[in-house]
């Protein structure tokens, strides 16, 4: 049967549940889903059956079923969106899920780990594993805390402490993702709603100082003044001294090596023989821990020090056979481990760490006493290392806090010894009972006594009553092991001086102290006797003396007695059961009276020894002893035991309370409470005789109290006066007392003892204030007058010493501030007897005794009143509005006063917050319009004001604290304070004073960014604040300064705070995380829509007054419709063209409508700003008609409407291109398309909206890049164009960039050294050198020999010039002059060009691939999409690794594998296509590369630079293929690319500009394949004919290995079919027949295959010259492979050449020479015949195969006149005297040729050049006199030479290196 519950119920499924048939209805219930249980007849109960449920799930409520009991959890669940009672415990969201809100730290736990994890895997794709790592054991821990929060049953204190790790660790990983700072109070989140402004922020600062730091949060009460107390763990781990083969006792301790002295007990350790613990059950307790260390302690130079005393034979190579003899305890070792750098080490820890201890023997055992001082000072002579090298193995771990809770927070600890410090710690706890009385054996003189040895002397310690008991387990050797009743010293070996320095405890009971003494018992322990130890002689002492006080800290020198024989009997009885020693000897000690008579030391009382006494003093024996009491209730004081027994003294008790300051701390507060009482009951014994002195007593107590040590003893005192003070008259005297010192202060001012008052004067007021309540309670409120009375007077004298103004009197001073530290605590005492009112008044009349006026700002005593002003705004009476009502104008009063200073500053803001935090506590439950209208009338003003000041100085701690001070006064402000406000302005002047202030500070706040970042809540409530302070004041702005009243800077500031306003970070909505942006929408709204609409309705108020903020506020507004929210956009838009209207308006156009646009458009999107759809909100502006038609009804009416498109238009496709900008900008992107959109930018600057200073600063931004790429020569084609822009002359320039004020000549000049420098580092010195002529002749005009000098540097190898012909005779003085200058200018510009030159033909430059690169898709930014582009590749880059570079700048990239141009789909596509492949050059300067008089090296230059056309060829088959030969339908699909700027340029690529497709015939495909072939071996031949060939004065001969692999591949492929296949296709007549057209084609391909044959022949000449004899076999194989080809050729038919039959002339013996067709000056080459060796045609072949114009040019691109290279004079040489300033590149980068072309007719009218018939000779001496000539030929023009001046030297003038 179904059982109805009482009411409804809810539960979580715990585990889900997934059996239909179990379920009715089909109910299926999944983990953690909300279920409910209801009955069928009452709506708010449920069912339960034999362990089932009836219910329904949160999510189908309609749907009613069953499930079992032990899945569902049943809680008190809640359903608010039902109407349901929502409890604390669960909330139930609409969706179905249950979330628990009992704890809301769990609910934040179970939110932050959402929050988290993808961010957490985040870390791991960025490559940052340790913080993943750590990451992932924090969310373990977080899980698991939450676990045992939700499921354990957990006590206060332990659920606390999981609270705070769980608060830290979530601190600690926002912070390591980069999340907001959660601000917490005791680990709970704030609400900022219930606190002010000022207390959020000091919660903020504490919250991140504990995540920094790692710091505990503690709870928050009243700093504790107590030092911090350390503690150290001790763990003996092992132990390596078990050789013995004895038992022995290890002790530890702390000693101090400074002072010689332990400061701690000492910890012992028993092993066995085996070096084991001596019981089983001490295995895991060999531990001690060393309590109440200070930090004073720390500092010392502390050692752990170990001693091992052995238990055993008298000596340790004794082995004697028979009865064992008796047990000693012998010394055997000391260790000692410094323990300086380890506390520093083990402090930083959070676990133990081990060390060892060696340990070392005493030589001598006389020394045993100081063995650990001796190793400490490592006096090595007197211990030494046993032989079995023996030592300890301990861990120690240092500790802090209290020692209890230590234990109960690690129970671990619990089986640790606690060892005490030696006396009383730093920090005396109330309630600590102590009673320690430490004994040091410390050294003994006894005589020989007869003996022929000396003595081995034992020491028994026994402690008995006086009537000869002994007491019981009283003595301590140490801690850890058990006490004892007597105690056996260490026994020197044969030692009459003993010097044991053995120290044990006693534990003497309290109540047996009184009638106790020590007795000392000596024997000698012999060796041979049987080991018996004998006694001879005895010493004692009393603990407590006669007076009640015991034995004084010091040393003792005790009498030693000697025992007769007969008295031994019962000492050996006595001591039976502990050494069961053999006493054969007779003696009677029963009697102690015996000898407790004597004397036992020199200052003994008894009168002598009597003279029948049975005990004979020894005088030459002495003992000594040392004793120390640490006893919370005994006391070594005589004074302090004659106040407490005053009664017995009464005629002495004024010399008694004299004597109670020589009385110690530690003494007093062991007897406080005793004490107290006891100057009380003198003081109502005779208040008039001894009432001073009983008040300077209870002042010294009192004070006493204050010392750090015992300020835990103030909690005794105040427990004292409300529990047990009992002196109900007492008020009366002390009343007196203090009048009476305050009244006297003038002429006691220098007296130490009325500080002390001062100071006491908190205790002071609470006994009279105790003593009156007493007093009225027992006499029903008898005398209330008098004593208000006389209460009245004590603060008329206290006001009194406070209004004492001496400024040079320090002493008073220091009174003043006692005595107003100690005011402020008296508040609540004075509650007791006195209204709230009354006790407010008597504060309020204290406090305003001070000077109204600062009159000494600056002066200590300002800071006492502010700290008196705190602690009173802290303290309880303020928190009542009564008081508050009386005290709050003082207070600001004092704020203001200080303030307006601008000093103390800290303290002021300090309590503003705890005023502004009493306010809003406050106003959650009163009103508190009042207390807020008088804090805006004093406080408002000066805060603006000191803020103002405080973040112009940068002090951001300070401003951070008097801004949350600000916006709390702000946030309690209604519109009634701002009306009175307003109202209280007695001009506008001065109202527009407080605007400034206002809307300044308020700016400043959020340009400054006060609060960091990740403050998020503190800078949300803030701009809430600030919205809700701009809407109450824009009425009042507008009121005032519109119209006539217009004030630019009020609504400047104004409108700069709004636009700052929306642009604040943490406004940015869009940018946060869809939960964020949810929980601030639903709190605050879009405050940025609510502020743009404030702004848009303040610029539509402001009517014509618009003007006057035009083009100023174009920025700032631009700067708000980059906020990527679609409503404030659409509210600006208006704005937009309000501000252009106006502009036309006032000057006629747009131009500063633009400019302002385009300049802060620029540095807006610099800074991140804008996205994609700030595009279509532009192109809104032109369009204007959908969103607004009323604006386009507008907009047609005005003129303007064309100017203003096309301003918006240019805007928009620069904001495209600025947003490319800054997503290639960004610090993952990479240089390429960094590159691409700066050059983008630039150029769209310069040809669009020729903006010269924009244009300027990319220029040099992109030239950054390419430095920071190692681009250098494409860096100095960037600032070329910088450099193009200025002039050689001397305008002056501004400051610009890194350039400072200068002429423009100065600039371009250093911009001509630097473009000089980065052509040279890029290798391409060719552009250089027009540079550096340029700038020579720059310097030559100025006569600017200085600056020439610098030409000089680049120097590399010295210029010899003959300056004899200048001082011809025949020249005058002045001429001489001005022909040196001219050739000093010249010849220092040929230095560095001759520099450069050298480079040219000496250094390695490598040739550069080049690729096409296609970007294809609508995802590629804007200057890329869909375009084509041709790069240059870096060095040794292939096509490989440039697609792969290129398709990791683009990973989203799809590679397209075929070279077909792209369908409309891919170009049109939401995605990225890139298709590259590789292109060849197609060089301008062909005439260069067709001439072989220039070097290979130049040629490689020219072939890849000053480039702007490119070519791909694509093979296909045209037509049917013919499987034999291939070559009859293979044609060549070749595509020509042309730039729009040549490479290298500004950018390593450059766009297609223009596309050119031609279709190649197989014949012409052929023509050019073998063309460039014999070019190639034509450069390789010319390359080798110069070498050296093998064994030629016994040199070894070059490398010839690419000679001989390119002479194979090429005989190898016309054996295999290569040219034979051309034969047999292009020269059949089938062929010649059908295409008739090409008949010059075949003609030119037969005499290019015959070329092959004449090159092939040369090239096998040079190879058998220089080839090594060891690849000869090669050779003669090339030699025979060429036979074949010749006569394959010789034998192959064709039309053409029988058809010219005659070109052939006889040539030398062996040879037939052919003539070419198209070369009428051509050289003729000679063919070997059959059977010819080629080295005897070598000399005749070369000169005509090196000729520079032997061979027709067959290139289809170039034009005729080019195709014939004639000779003319080089221009690659200087001539200074008929140079003209020349252009040194072209208007457009890279289109001129790097070196220009010099005038030859100067050379021709004195030199005659005449083409060389063969390569030059090398000769050195050819450059010396060509400098020579040169120089001669710029000294007299005139002059003309003929060629037998140098008949010896080639005439054609190349540069230095080129040879």
Not at 375 to 387: E, F, G, L, T, V
Not at 1135 to 1155: C, N, P, T, Y
Not at 1423 to 1444: P, S, T
Not at 1488 to 1501: A, E, G, T
Request: hydrophobic content about 40%; aromatic content about 10%.
């Amino acid at each position: 049967m179904w059982t109805l519950t009482e009411d409804e119920k809810t539960g979580v499924v715990s585990e889900s549940i997934d059996c239909p048939f179990l379920l009715w209805n089909d109910l299926q219930l999944e983990r953690r889903q909300c279920s409910m249980w209801r009955s069928t007849c009452k709506p708010s109960l449920f069912c339960a059956f034999l362990g089932w449920f009836r219910g329904f799930s949160c999510k189908r409520t309609d749907v009613k079923g069953i499930f079992p009991c032990s899945y569902i959890h049943v809680m008190k669940y809640g359903l608010s969106s039902d109407g349901y009672h929502h409890p604390d415990e669960i909330q139930i969201k609409l969706n179905g899920t249950a979330t628990p809100v009992e704890d809301a730290l769990v609910a934040e736990v179970t939110s932050t780990l959402r929050e988290w994890a993808p961010l957490w895997k985040q870390l791991y794709v960025k490559r940052k594993v340790e913080v993943f790592f750590q990451m992932a054991h924090v969310m373990s821990e977080l899980m698991e805390l939450r676990k045992q929060l939700v499921t354990a049953r957990l006590a206060d204190r332990d659920k606390r402490d999981i609270k705070r790790h769980v608060a830290t660790r979530l601190d600690w990983g926002n912070e390591h993702l980069g999340l907001d700072l959660v601000p917490r109070k005791d680990f709970e989140t704030v609400d900022e709603d219930k606190v002010s402004v000022s207390d959020l922020y000091k919660i903020h600062l504490g919250s991140r100082n504990d995540v920094r730091h790692g710091s505990q949060r503690h709870d928050s009460v009243q700093p504790c003044r107590a030092p911090v107390v350390h503690h150290l763990l001790l763990n003996m781990k092992t132990s390596t001294c078990n050789s013995i083969g004895e038992d022995s006792d290890i002790f530890f301790w702390l000693y101090d090596s400074r002072e010689a002295k332990s400061i701690s007990e000492k910890f012992m350790v028993r092993l066995n023989k085996n070096g084991e613990p001596k019981k089983s059950r001490e295995v895991d307790g060999l531990c001690a821990l060393f309590t109440d260390l200070s930090n004073e302690d720390l500092k010392r130079d502390l050692y752990i020090v170990s001693q091992v005393i052995r238990s055993g034979r008298m000596l340790l190579n004794e082995h004697r056979k028979g009865l064992r003899h008796g047990q000693y305890r012998r010394p055997y070792g000391c260790a000692v481990l410094a323990m300086s750098n380890i506390l520093q080490t083990i402090a930083e820890l959070k676990e133990e760490k081990d060390f060892v201890l060696k340990v070392y023997m005493c030589n001598n055992e006389s020394e045993w006493y100081q063995i650990h001082e001796n190793i400490i000072r490592k006096c090595s002579s007197k211990y030494s290392a046993p032989a079995n090298n023996s030592g300890l193995v301990i861990s120690l771990q240092l500790l802090h806090g209290d020692v209890e809770a230590l234990r109960r927070e690690n129970k671990w600890l619990s089986r640790a010894s606690v060892t005490h410090k030696l006396g009383f710690p730093d920090v005396m706890v109330p309630g600590d009972v102590r009673n320690d009385f430490y004994l040091t054996l410390e050294r003994g003189d006894f005589e020989r006594g007869g003996k022929s040895v000396q003595k081995n002397i034992e020491v028994t310690v026994s402690v008995l009553l006086d009537d000869g008991e002994l007491v019981q387990d009283c003595i301590g050797k140490a801690c850890g092991q058990p006490n004892r009743t007597q105690h056996r010293s260490v026994v020197l070996y044969h030692n009459n001086s003993p010097r044991w320095n053995e120290a044990v405890k006693l534990g003497v009971p309290l109540d047996r102290f009184q009638g106790t003494h020590l007795r000392f018992d000596f024997r000698h322990c012999s060796t041979k006797d049987k080991g018996e130890k004998k006694l001879f002689a005895f010493s004692f002492t009393p603990l407590m003396r006669e007076d009640g006080s015991t034995l004084s800290d010091q040393s003792h020198q005790l009498y030693v007695y000697k025992v007769a024989t007969r008295i031994l009997s019962f000492v050996c009885s006595q001591l039976s059961l502990l050494s069961r020693p053999q006493c054969d000897e007779s003696g009677d000690l029963r009697q102690p009276g015996l000898y407790l008579v004597l004397p036992c030391c020199q200052d003994g009382s008894s009168p002598g020894l009597p003279a029948a006494s049975a005990f004979q003093r020894s005088a030459r024996e002495t003992f000594w002893i040392s004793t120390q009491l640490s006893s919370t209730k005994l006391t070594q004081n005589a004074n302090l035991l004659a106040l407490l027994k005053w009664k017995a003294h009464p005629d002495r008790v004024g010399n008694i309370l004299g004597r109670l300051r020589h009385v110690t701390g530690e003494e007093i507060v062991k007897f406080l409470q005793d004490i107290l009482d006891t100057l009380f009951a003198i003081l109502d014994d005779d208040a008039h005789k001894y009432g001073p002195l009983v008040f300077q007593s209870l002042v010294f107590v009192i004070n006493l109290l204050g010392d750090s040590k015992y300020f835990h003893f103030r909690a005794v005192m105040d427990t004292y006066i409300h529990k047990h003070f009992a002196g109900a008259l007492a008020y009366k005297e002390l009343i007196r007392c203090l009048r009476w010192v305050m009244e006297s202060l003038p002429e006691a001012v220098w007296q130490d003892h009325t500080q002390d008052v001062m100071r006491a004067l908190e205790y002071l007021f609470k006994f009279i204030i105790q003593s009156r309540s007493l007093y009225s309670g027992a006499t029903c409120g008898m005398e209330e007058e008098q004593f208000r009375s006389s209460f009245q007077e004590l603060f008329e004298s206290i006001h009194f010493v406070l209004g004492l103004d001496w400024p040079t009197c320090e002493s008073l001073i220091m009174i003043q501030v006692a005595a107003l530290r100690s005011f402020t605590a008296i508040f609540d005492e004075l509650l007791h007897i006195f209204s709230v009112q009354e006790v407010a008044e008597f504060v309020r009349s204290t406090l305003a005794s001070f000077p109204s006026v600062l009159a000494t700002v600056g002066h200590s005593m300002d800071v006492v009143r502010l700290q008196s002003i705190t602690r009173t705004v802290d303290s309880s009476l303020f928190a009542l509005p009564e008081s508050r009502r009386i005290l709050l104008p003082l207070v600001l009063h004092h704020i203001h006063l200080h303030l307006r200073h601008q000093k103390e500053l800290p303290t002021c803001s300090g309590i503003l917050t705890s005023l502004f935090s009493i306010i809003k506590a406050s106003s959650l439950d009163a009103s508190v319009q009042e207390e807020v209208e008088l804090m805006v009338e004093s406080l408002l003003d000066v805060l603006l004001q000191t803020l103002l000041s405080i973040m112009s100085s940068g002090q951001s701690q300070e401003a951070g604290e008097f801004v949350s001070c600000l916006l709390s006064l702000l946030r309690h402000m209604t519109d009634v304070h701002f009306q009175h406000l307003m109202e209280n302005f007695q001009s506008k002047e001065v109202l527009k004073e407080f605007m400034m202030k206002i809307w300044c500070v308020l700016r400043n706040l959020m340009k400054l960014s006060i609060f960091p970042r990740d403050w998020t809540v503190m800078r949300l409530l803030s701009s809430h604040i600030i919205l809700r302070t701009v809407q109450r004041l824009a009425p009042y702005q507008l009121e005032n300064f519109v119209g006539d009243d217009f004030d630019f800077k009020v609504w400047s500031a104004y409108f700069s705070l709004a636009v700052l306003y929306i642009n604040q970070p943490s406004l940015q909505l869009e940018s946060m995380s869809a939960a964020k942006r949810k929980k601030i929408f639903d709190k605050y709204g879009d405050m940025r829509v609510t502020m743009a609409y404030e702004l848009f309705s303040m610029w539509q108020n402001l009517s014509e007054n618009k003007r006057h903020l035009i083009p100023g506020m174009i920025g700032p507004f631009l700067g708000v419709t980059l906020v990527p929210q679609a409503e404030i956009r659409n509210i600006m838009v208006p704005i937009f063209h309000d501000m252009m209207d106006w502009e036309q308006r006032k000057e006629g156009s747009l131009k500063q409508v633009e400019a302002e646009l385009i300049d802060k458009l620029d540095a807006l999107v610099s800074e991140g700003k804008g996205d994609d759809d700030y595009r279509e909100l532009l192109s809104l502006l032109t369009l204007l008609l959908e969103p607004y038609p009323s604006l386009l009804e507008k907009i047609e009416q005005q003129t303007w409407r064309e100017t203003g498109t096309s301003l918006v238009t240019s805007v928009t496709r620069l904001m495209e291109r600025l947003l490319d900008y800054r997503d290639g900008m960004r610090g993952d992107e990479t240089e390429s398309k960094s590159t691409g959109c700066t050059v983008n930018l630039l150029t769209f600057y310069k040809s669009e909206l020729n903006k010269e200073e924009m244009y300027i600063r990319y220029i040099h931004k992109l030239c950054d890049l390419h430095v920071g790429a190692g681009n250098y020569t494409e860096a100095a084609f960037t600032l070329l164009l910088y450099w193009e822009l200025l002039h050689w002359d001397e305008r002056p320039t501004k400051e610009l960039l890194r350039y400072p004020s200068q002429s423009e000549w100065q600039r371009k000049e250093a911009l001509s050294r630097k473009l000089i420098h980065y052509f040279a580092k890029g290798k391409c010195w060719e552009f250089g050198i027009p540079l550096c002529r340029e700038l020579a002749f720059q310097y030559e005009s100025l006569y600017d020999y200085q600056s020439l000098s610098w030409i000089r540097v680049s120097m590399t190898k010295p210029f010899h010039t003959p300056v004899a012909s200048v001082m011809s005779p025949h020249n005058s003085e002045r001429t001489a002059r001005a022909l040196i200058s001219s050739a000093v200018i010249s010849l220092a510009a040929q230095k560095l060009e001759a520099a450069y030159f050298d480079d040219i033909m000496e250094q390695q430059r490598l040739e550069p691939k080049f690729f096409r690169v296609g970007f294809y898709g609508r995802m590629f930014p804007f200057f890329l999409r869909n375009k084509e582009f041709v790069c240059r590749g870096h060095d040794y880059e292939r096509l490989e690794a440039f697609q792969q570079r290129m398709l990791a700048e683009f990973p989203q990239a799809i590679a397209v594998r075929h070279p077909n141009q792209p369908d409309e789909a891919i170009l049109q596509s939401n995605s990225q296509y890139l298709q590259i492949y590789a292109v060849t050059p197609v060089p301008e300067a062909a005439g260069i590369l067709r001439s072989h008089r220039v070097p290979d090296r130049i040629k490689s230059f020219y072939r890849v630079n000053n480039v702007h056309r490119f070519r791909h060829d694509r093979p296909f088959h045209k037509g049917p293929k013919d499987p034999d030969n291939e070559f009859k339908s293979l044609w060549i699909e070749r595509t020509t690319l042309v730039l729009a700027h040549p490479l290298p340029g500004i950018s390593p690529w450059f766009e297609v500009e223009e596309q050119e497709l031609v279709e190649v015939s197989p014949l012409e495909n052929a023509v050019s394949v073998v063309e460039n072939k014999n070019q190639e071996l034509r450069s390789l031949i010319s390359r080798y004919h110069l070498m050296r060939p093998h064994g030629v004065d016994n040199v070894a001969g070059d490398d010839v290995n690419l000679l001989s692999m390119t002479l194979n591949g090429v005989v190898d492929a016309a054996v295999n079919g290569g040219i034979a296949r051309y034969q047999e296709a292009f020269f059949g007549e089938d062929y010649i027949g059908s295409h008739p057209q090409d008949g010059d084609k075949i003609s030119q391909l037969k005499d290019l295959m015959q070329e092959q044959l004449e090159v092939l022949g040369a090239g096998l000449a040079v190879h058998g010259r220089l080839v090594h004899p060891e690849m000869r076999p090669l050779h003669k194989k090339l030699m025979d492979r060429f036979q074949v080809i010749r006569s394959s050729l010789c034998r192959a038919p064709c039309a053409a050449s029988q058809a010219n039959t005659a070109g052939g002339i006889a040539g030398p013996e062996g040879f037939t020479v052919h003539r070419h067709s198209e070369a009428a000056n051509g050289g003729n080459v000679p063919i070997p015949a059959d059977g010819q060796d080629l080295d005897g045609i070598q000399r005749v072949f070369l000169q005509q195969l090196m000729s520079p114009a032997w061979k027709p040019c067959s290139d289809p691109y170039l034009s005729s006149s080019d195709k014939v290279v004639t000779v003319v004079a080089s221009s690659w040489s200087l001539d200074c005297v008929t140079r003209k300033v020349i252009p040194v590149l072209s208007a457009h980068v890279g289109a001129a040729p790097p070196v220009p072309p010099r005038n030859t007719q100067a050379h021709a009218s004195c030199l005659s050049v005449t083409p060389p018939l063969s390569p030059p000779p090398v000769d050195d001496a050819f450059h010396h006199q060509l400098g020579d000539l040169l120089l001669l030929s710029l000294c007299a023009p005139e002059q003309s030479y003929s060629a037998s001046h140098f008949s010896h030297q080639p005439l054609l003038l190349i540069p230095s290196g080129m040879h």
